[in-house]
């Protein structure tokens, strides 16, 4: 298992990198893709059956799809995106290594809780035993996540959803449409 | 290195990245696609000290993270996608009208 | 001091604070198409307002004791913060010129066109405010009134105001929040020190009245409250926000800016100053009765030589408040008793002042005194009625200006014999600068061409000018119907100041006959009963 | 509030009756006030209406004054307590003792006459109901200062004549001159009535009353510097309403109203009212010497200075303005001598015939079509008879020609000054005083005579058609003249009697024990010649060698100089305004400009602005960029690591 862990661990890093610095939002998005999927590898390499079949269903299967549909509808991925100014790279880059300094350190050094202490009984990642708390435990939060998601595809409905404007002009089923006249017009 | 430090780890670089990720990039997309990650390495420093410490829970909050991180996908295209609309870019350099 | 609440069940006050909301309600239902109905309804509810006050007073028992139709209900239990009201002979009054000031601007709204309804709900709010800010007993409802009538004012200034009515908004917004808002941190003090002291947060004021203060935290605290009422009031270096507010708010706003809202800076030194900070109020008295008196010259020449006819009676204004404050200072029965009649007189002569600058402005559109002479002929029952509120203002005898402004100078001659010669020219700059305005519109030639269309005072304006007309000899012929409501509180207020002069007395003025040196002790005064009395209905004595 | 005061007196009756003294004028000027607007052909009844209530105050007077008596204090009358505060309780009350009972006897009187005389004046002014009106209410606020119980209804009444003095100077506002003349004297009467009040201050907090029969007991419990203080803090007032130096630059401006009023307000009654005021507090300036001795002064100066002026004046009513000013001067000499009886005979005397004197005028001037230069008079005596006799009269009364009534007031008063010791700063004056007096009166002879001769003797120099007034203005004119001739010679020592409580000892023994006294006798001798010699001058100029004058002036500079100093009044007035108005109005527009809108709005503005910058700062820190807001956030976020991990 450490075998894996340490193989997969460096894919998911490479993948990342690639998600952050690929110049293309598609090619992104293909990278982010490979990320999710090597995380779920670790889910399941943890144990967390559960966990891992929903990372391959819900973000790699419908986030990650619905991200592309939006990249590819918008025409975004024309060519390599710009970055902020050199700037704001700088300073990004060092804040960030400084974060992630810290955050090392702070693993490394400060962990309150003995390291290998852990009871890792198969039970933990067991769906059934996730699927029991979830309805009991934690119903009501359960439930108020189903009104989240409710919520969520009301409010993106409404805010997709403008007829009056088109959602780019000269492009799209109208224009296309408008031109299909134009021709006619042209050829009567 | 132990397994629960190996993740928590590697959480962190995750996260770091995503961070950069959502400072450095411009493409509102690329950066949305960067606070998914940061919100995966979190998933997996959670599933990590749920293992650590036998607690499903830990689990469970996984669940409701990806839930919202769902809804945040519906809601945060969509907004993505009328944001285009009005500007005809989803540069975060275009879209500034927030600008004091 | 003990302050001892007269608790009643019927929530009298509380009711008579709140009815102008029904008026907002009453307007708000009106459809905007409709100015008149909307009018009948602000004046409906700002009758039965002025009715409820009404009531109020003529239940209101001369001698009792402590605060009348007191109320307390628990507001925010956790941060020790109560919902108090309650009147005594100082804020009766007060409550009574709001009421009827309130109604006499909502029945003058003709000149308003745009927005009818916002302005009349503002006006009504405001009143709300006003009412809330005299009942108040706890410091932080007190704070929350204070506050709340900005807003309204503010709106009032902003929306319906003259040509540079923002600036002016502004200025009075953010002046008066300056020093409100360093008042909201001694507030806060006070309410940790009472925790500190006696084991729970309090903003009541009859529980501040027992802090054992240091003298420099007293004087502290004192100046923050002082600089927030002082810019109300407003006393000498920070009254400059005062003209332009005067000058650029509609007139209803300005009515209500003199006649009401001036008076709540000098209301809260007297409400809060004097029983929390006696010390301090001693210490200060020397420092307000010198920019009292600066005030008045100053207010005066100043106003002498305006052109503009707003802005003379806005300048006035400071001059007349520097008798209140002067009378204030002088710590003593007559100047006390004097300045709160003269805060009324005032809001009576004043706000007719500005109502009568508001008949010519809504006829002409134009303040300035060039533009008018000769009037005299034209408009007589104008001339007639402006002459009289003049002479109000001057502080003629028998017009209700002079007992106000005579008490206040008797009291500051004890206090200062030549801080009280000095403030006696403001008697006579009053006469100088007043009647040259009534002059330079009144009379002289009268220019056909250009005022030709000027007509007199309509019923309506006429209507309005009628109770204020008549308070003005009421109070000028018997003054004594109010004097008799105010004393027992001033005397209780001295009574509380007496005995906390710093170190030494201010030098004697003279060594012989000095029977009038001593007030004499008020046989009302209470003696140990620092609880609150809570009395049920049969105990009260109507 | 007991509405019938004190009813345990005995007097009802009177006590009641005395309230309607002033409540009639009141009840008419209401009357008047509200008919305002009444129809053309119905305004002369104003007049009528106005005149009848003054005569029923009259009346009244009458019969209460009759039934004084002996006592000290005959009436008395509370109407309510006005307002207390503390110790200090003021009663709106009114009471009549003799002093009081005279001076009521000559305001609803000679006012009733002058009420009379107006209707006939001012029958073709249109608003003769407001003119009535305001006379009305003149009167009323003129007995209250004479009636009142106590300092402040007497500054009721002090303000409420100043205000009908301004209303009525003021009457035809059309002519600015005349609403600044009115303004005017309300300003300036205003300095006095600052001092006035202070005075009532000092009385106050240290007697413990403003009543004046309790004052009159306990003024003599005053630190003498007190006393001093008081007197001349009161005397500010009488000096602003008596017009004496150096407020009295308002009353020859106040001609500008009409001629009743002048005879009226500003020569019997109103300014007399600051004579009244300190022979009402005698008990007090008797124990202030060095108050009086100013006092004194004062009113010698004045004399003289308005004597002088008056020599020079031409218009007909300014001559008769400054003559009220100087013979103002001599009741307040005879003050200063502590002769207040004499003060208030000289008063009567002078209401008589400076009242007549005016009416007169007024009825030349009507004559004349309101012309007032006595250059353009003449000879009327021919075209006027009945105006020129009372005139004549009364010129005699006041030039103190033998046995007319300012001969005996004026000779009391040169009298008094004379034998009483005046002590300013501790030299005796009183012989510098007497003689400045007596040279007042040759002056007073000379140009009193030089206008009865301008404007009755000669040829007639104008244009219209004189003609004699109706009887309306004539009657009141020849009624006044008799008194004027008559009253010192007949009514004159018990007057003083009368009088005795406000007297000094030695000059209550009577004109007939006095004549006895060899000085005194030489004096009364000294003062006959020298108004003969006056007269007799003036008429040998005015009458005789009319073109002297002119030549006089033509050969000497210094004659020159003299008369246009006389004639521009010393320029005073100028003075006044370069020396304290100019000033103030640049303190006024320099405290506006500089110290307000510069200095305290500049600070004010200042800090906005400067809070305004900051705000630009931080303005430009909101890019409106989500990655710059994010960097922000999380430089914040590592900085709350760091101080996580550290601590």
């Not at chain 3, 920019?291 to 020449?301: D, E, K, R, S």
């Not at chain 3, 005022?451 to 004594?480: H, K, S, W």
């Amino acid at each position: 298992m450490i075998v894996a862990m340490w193989i997969f661990g460096v894919l998911t890093v490479l993948s990342a990198l690639g998600v952050v610095f690929a110049p293309r939002p598609l090619h992104s998005a293909l990278w982010l893709v490979g990320t999710l999927f090597f995380l779920a590898v670790h889910f399941a390499l943890m144990g967390a059956d559960f966990i891992a079949a929903l990372q391959v269903v819900v973000y790699a299967g419908a986030i990650m799809v619905l991200v592309v549909f939006v990249i590819m509808l918008l025409g975004l991925d024309e060519g390599p995106t710009q970055n902020q100014s050199r700037l704001t790279l700088y300073s990004g880059a060092i804040f960030c290594g400084l974060f992630l300094g810290l955050l090392l350190f702070a693993f490394t050094h400060q962990l309150s809780f003995p390291i290998g202490s852990g009871v890792s009984n198969g039970s933990v990642g067991d769906p059934r035993e996730v699927g029991r708390v979830l309805v009991t435990d934690f119903l009501y939060a359960f439930e108020v996540i189903a009104l989240l998601l409710f919520a969520a595809i009301i409010g993106a409905v409404l805010l997709a959803n403008d007829r009056k404007r088109p959602l780019m002009p000269g492009r799209g089923l109208k224009a296309v449409q408008g031109s299909a006249n134009d021709a006619a017009s042209v050829e009567a | 290195m132990e397994v629960t430090q190996f993740y928590l780890v590697l959480g962190a670089v995750l996260f770091t990245l995503g961070t950069l990720g959502v400072l450095i990039r411009r493409n509102t997309i690329v950066i949305f696609m960067c606070i998914e990650l940061m919100l995966n390495s979190v998933n997996l420093t959670m599933v990590a000290l749920s293992r650590q410490f036998g607690e499903v829970s830990g689990q469970v909050f996984v669940f409701f993270v990806m839930a919202v991180a769902a809804a945040e996908a519906a809601v945060g295209l969509a907004i993505i996608m009328t944001a285009f609309r009005n500007y005809h870019s989803v540069r975060t350099t275009d879209v500034h009208d927030l600008a004091g | 001091m003990p302050i001892e609440l007269q608790i009643e069940g019927s929530r009298l006050l509380t009711l008579t604070m709140l009815s102008p909301l029904l008026g907002v309600l009453l307007v708000g239902l009106v459809p905007a198409t409709q100015p008149g109905r909307a009018r009948g309804a602000a004046i409906l509810s700002a009758s039965i307002t002025f009715l409820l006050s009404f009531n109020v007073l003529s239940r209101f028992v001369t001698h009792g004791r402590g605060f009348q139709f007191a109320e307390r209900v628990e507001w925010l239990p956790a941060l020790g913060i109560d919902y108090i009201l309650g009147i005594d002979g100082i804020s009766l009054w007060l409550i009574v010129l709001t009421t009827l000031l309130t109604l006499l601007v909502v029945i003058a709204s003709t000149s308003i066109h745009e927005k009818l309804r916002a302005y009349l709900a503002s006006m009504l709010f405001l009143e709300v405010g006003m009412l809330g800010a005299f009942m108040a007993l706890d410091a932080l409802t007190f704070y929350v009134f204070w506050e709340l009538m900005l807003v309204p004012m503010y709106f009032l200034i902003g929306i319906w105001g003259g040509s540079r009515r923002i600036y002016a908004a502004l200025k009075f917004f953010l002046y008066t929040a300056f020093g409100s808002l360093l008042m909201l941190v001694a507030i806060v003090y006070l309410a940790f020190a009472h925790q500190d002291q006696f084991g729970e947060v309090s903003f009541f004021l009859g529980d501040w009245v027992n802090l054992q203060l240091s003298v420099r935290e007293e004087l502290l605290l004192f100046s923050a409250f002082a600089l927030a009422f002082a810019i109300k009031v407003p006393v000498f270096p920070f009254h400059t926000w005062l003209p332009d507010a005067h000058v650029e708010a509609p007139t209803g706003g300005s009515v209500i800016l003199a006649g009401v809202l001036l008076k709540m800076g000098l209301y809260g030194l007297i409400r809060f100053g004097i029983p929390v900070f006696p010390f301090a109020t001693h210490a200060a008295a020397p420092t307000f009765a010198v920019l009292g008196v600066i005030g008045i010259v100053f207010g005066a020449l100043v106003a002498w030589m305006q052109t503009d006819i707003k802005k003379l009676v806005a300048y006035s204004s400071v001059s007349h408040l520097g008798f209140c404050v002067l009378g204030y200072a002088a710590i003593n029965i007559q100047g006390m008793q004097g300045s709160i009649l003269q805060m009324l007189n005032h809001g009576v002569s004043t706000a007719a002042l500005f109502f009568l600058v508001g008949v010519v402005y809504d006829r002409k559109h134009t303040r300035l005194c060039a533009d008018y002479g000769g009037l005299a002929r034209k408009t007589p029952v104008f001339a007639f009625v402006f002459l009289v509120f003049t002479l109000s203002s001057v502080g003629l005898p028998l017009t209700n200006g002079f007992v106000g402004e005579f008490l206040i100078l008797l009291g500051s001659f004890q206090f200062s014999p030549v801080l009280a010669a000095v403030a006696v020219t403001g008697v006579i700059f009053g006469a100088m600068y007043m009647l040259s305005l009534y002059r330079r519109i009144m009379f002289g030639p009268f220019d056909e061409a250009k005022n030709g269309d000027l007509t007199d005072l309509t019923m309506r304006e006429r209507l309005v000018f009628a109770p204020l007309f008549a308070l003005v000899f009421v109070i000028g012929l018997y003054p004594q119907f109010i004097l008799d409501d105010i004393a027992p509180p001033s005397r209780r207020l001295l009574e509380h100041l007496r005995g906390k002069e710093p170190a030494q007395a201010p030098a004697a003025l003279e060594d012989g006959v000095q029977s009038a040196r001593s007030v004499t002790a008020p046989a009302d005064t209470d003696t140990v009963d620092y609880a609150i009395r809570v009395r049920t209905e049969e105990g009260v004595q109507g | 509030m007991n509405i019938l005061g004190s009813t345990l007196t005995g007097q009802v009756t009177e006590n009641l009756l005395l309230v309607l003294i002033p409540l009639f004028p009141l009840v008419g000027a209401a009357l008047l006030g509200v008919a305002v607007g009444i129809r053309e052909d119905r305004r002369w009844q104003a007049g009528w209406a106005a005149t009848l209530f003054a005569v029923c105050s009259f009346v009244v007077t009458v019969k209460l004054f009759l039934g004084i008596g002996d006592a000290q204090e005959a009436f008395r009358y509370t109407a309510w307590r006005w307002f207390e505060s503390g110790q200090l309780s003021v009663a709106l009350a009114l009471r009549m003792d003799r002093l009081a009972g005279v001076m009521t006897l000559v305001v609803t009187g000679v006012g009733s006459l002058i009420h009379l005389y107006a209707i006939g004046y001012m029958h073709e002014d249109e608003s003769r109901p407001r003119f009535f009106c305001y006379l009305n209410l003149f009167l009323f606020a003129m007995l209250l200062l004479v009636l009142g119980e106590n300092l402040l209804v007497m500054f009721v009444g002090w303000e409420g004549v100043g205000l009908c003095s301004y209303l009525l100077i003021g009457f035809w506002y059309r002519e600015m001159p005349n609403a600044d003349a009115g303004q005017k004297a309300f300003v300036v009467n205003r300095i006095g009535d600052a001092g006035f009040l202070l005075g009532i201050f000092v009385l106050f907090w240290n007697l413990g009353t403003v009543s004046f029969p309790e004052l009159q007991g306990l003024v003599g419990q005053l630190p003498p510097y007190l006393a001093e203080t008081a007197a001349l803090l009161l005397f500010v007032g009488a000096v602003g309403k008596s017009a004496q130096i150096p407020l009295f630059v308002w009353l020859p401006d106040a001609m500008a109203g009409p001629t009743p009023v002048s005879a009226l307000i500003h020569a019997a009654t109103m300014v007399t009212a600051g004579v009244y005021m300190v022979t009402r507090l005698g008990a007090l300036y008797v124990l202030a010497p060095t108050a009086l001795a100013v006092i004194a002064v004062v009113g010698t100066a004045t004399a003289l200075l308005a004597a002088t002026i008056a020599l020079a004046q031409n218009d007909i009513k300014k001559v008769l303005a400054y003559s009220t000013v100087s013979q103002l001067g001599y009741m307040f000499m005879a003050l200063g001598a502590a002769a207040f009886s004499n003060g208030i005979y000289h008063v009567v005397t002078h209401a008589f015939f400076k009242a007549c004197l005016f009416m007169a005028a007024g009825s030349v001037i009507v004559g004349c079509h309101h012309e007032q230069d006595m250059r353009h008079y003449g000879g009327l005596r021919k075209s006027m008879p009945l105006t020129f006799l009372a005139y004549l009269a009364a010129t005699y009364a006041i030039t103190g020609l033998p046995f007319g009534a300012g001969f005996f007031s004026k000779d009391a008063i040169l009298w008094a000054v004379y034998s009483h010791e005046i002590v300013l700063f501790g030299t005796p004056i009183n012989r510098v005083l007497w003689g400045v007096g007596l040279f007042t009166a040759f002056l007073t002879a000379f140009y009193m005579t030089r206008s009865l001769m301008m404007t009755f003797f000669g040829e007639y120099r104008g244009h219209e058609h004189p003609h004699e007034s109706p009887w309306t203005m004539t009657t009141p004119i020849l009624i006044l003249a008799v008194p004027s001739l008559a009253f010192g010679f007949l009514f004159g020592e018990e007057f003083l009697h009368f009088l005795a409580a406000w007297g000094r000892e030695d000059l209550n023994v009577g004109h007939a024990v006095l004549a006895e006294n060899a000085t005194y006798h030489l004096l009364e001798m000294i003062s006959m010649g020298i108004a003969v010699a006056g007269v007799a001058l003036a008429a040998f100029i005015y009458g005789l060698q009319p073109r002297l004058v002119d030549s006089l002036l033509r050969a000497a500079a210094v004659c020159r100089g003299v008369h246009r100093a006389l004639l521009n009044k010393w320029w005073i007035d100028e003075l006044y305004d370069a020396l304290i108005v100019a000033p103030l109005r640049k303190v006024s527009a320099v405290l506006f400009s500089v110290l307000d809108r510069a200095l305290i709005d500049g600070t004010v503005n200042g800090t906005a602005l400067f809070m305004a910058a900051n705000g630009e700062i931080v303005r430009r820190m909101h890019t409106g960029r989500v990655s710059s807001y994010a960097m922000v956030l999380f430089a914040g976020t590592i900085a709350a690591i760091i101080f996580w991990i550290v601590l």
